[in-house]
């Protein structure tokens, strides 16, 4: 009886957390679309690459800003109903995108999307915690984080393709019926869960307020900052650097994607034993795989398989950051997933600009060199800060 009940138990937390995962995928997709759609849009609304890539930057800063006190505002909500009406407001968004004249209304009709997202992000990720026993945290997270993956296998290209063959108005048609689809599922797929019991804002302040923690959200801007100065701007080095014709570039973003579920993989599997490790390790291999997608844009098998190191390692960092930072608090896990979600769209608001200033300076080469030799960087500093771990 009691074995059956843990499978019963296992299976139901399974279905949650791939209903999750769904949902991650239609606001990971949401917030990065514009990656995919950005020569089209940037045709369409008559602006430059790098100002288009502020579509970018600014749905990251204000994600920087409002997810610590939108968590806190949401901090007693049941989730299952909070899951539910963050799609409904992303899909609301979206139909509004879709129907926008110019470039500062989109920009304007995205703020309230983004800021619900690291809400979504920082309590999905306790929930999913929550879950599982405590030794699986960082696999159920892992498993959340499929949703981005997936965002990268199929929402950023087949949206990049849906724009090529009916405009990128009607990418974020298809997005906002996805969104509504998804909220459907989580209304009446999820069980209830009620909210954790919640101690004052104030006192997960402090409990967060110490130096291993804060080293962790500053090495998660720097990794951001690094993989979002290269991502950022990939259509454009494909279009560009590799002679890729604009109609194909979807589907190379789908490789990048596809291998990227790899990546997703390999970090479940290490992020809760061999997390430091697995971080240097995935560091250096966006290190490698950027820089090698630049000097090797010429020669088509090494291009390849550059891209396919870079596609697996920045998949890789996503949950390995997630997880590395709400192990690094002892309380409030939300409130330290949403901060970490704060510190990687700051990372990728820097990423996206400085990408964007690189360009203007010396080209699309400068900005992927650059963000090579950050990550790198990365990988150093990661051994470093562990050592401030506190003892016992």
């Not at 989580?186 to 923690?213: C, D, H, W």
């Amino acid at each position: 009886m009691n074995t059956i009940s843990v499978k019963d138990r296992a299976k139901s937390a399974n279905l949650s957390i791939f209903i999750l995962s769904l949902a991650a995928f239609v606001i990971f997709t949401t917030e990065f679309i514009v990656i995919g759609l950005m020569p089209n849009m940037a045709r369409d609304l008559n602006i430059s690459i790098p100002v288009a890539g502020q579509l970018v930057t600014s749905f990251a800063l204000i994600i920087i800003f409002a997810g610590p006190i939108m968590t806190a505002l949401f901090a007693r909500v049941e989730r299952r109903a909070l899951f539910a009406w963050i799609l409904v407001v992303f899909a609301i968004s979206n139909v509004a995108v879709a129907l926008a004249p110019g470039f500062w209304t989109i920009m304007i009709v995205r703020i309230i999307p983004a800021t619900l997202l690291p809400v979504f992000w920082g309590v999905g990720s306790e929930a999913a915690a929550m879950l599982v026993p405590k030794k699986d945290a960082g696999k159920a997270i892992s498993k959340l984080y499929l949703g981005l993956t997936g965002g990268l296998l199929f929402g950023i290209p087949l949206g990049t393709v849906l724009g090529d063959a009916v405009g990128w108005r009607g990418a974020f048609w298809f997005l906002a019926v996805i969104s509504i689809v998804v909220a459907v599922l989580l209304a009446k797929g999820m069980p209830k869960l009620p909210a954790v019991e919640q101690t004052s804002l104030k006192s997960q302040i402090k409990s967060l307020s110490n130096r291993y923690f804060i080293a962790n959200l500053v090495l998660t801007v720097a990794i951001l900052t690094a993989m979002y100065g290269a991502y950022t701007y990939l259509a454009d080095m494909l279009e560009g650097s590799a002679g890729i014709a604009p109609a194909h570039v979807g589907w190379w973003l789908m490789g990048f994607g596809t291998v990227g579920l790899y990546g997703n993989y390999l970090a479940g599997r290490l992020v809760d034993r061999y997390a430091v490790m697995a971080n240097v390790l995935f560091c250096l291999l966006m290190a490698v795989g950027a820089a090698g997608a630049i000097l090797f844009v010429g020669q088509p098998a090494m291009f390849i398989a550059a891209l396919a190191v870079w596609g697996i390692a920045h998949t890789a960092l996503f949950p390995l950051s997630q997880a590395r930072v709400m192990k690094a608090a002892n309380e409030g896990k939300a409130l330290a997933g949403t901060l970490n979600v704060s510190a990687c769209n700051c990372g990728i608001a820097a990423g996206a600009s400085l990408g964007g200033w690189a360009i203007n300076v010396s080209g699309i080469s400068a900005a992927i060199f650059g963000a090579s030799i950050l990550i790198a960087l990365c990988a150093v500093a990661s051994p470093a800060i562990e050592r401030l771990r506190p003892k016992g």
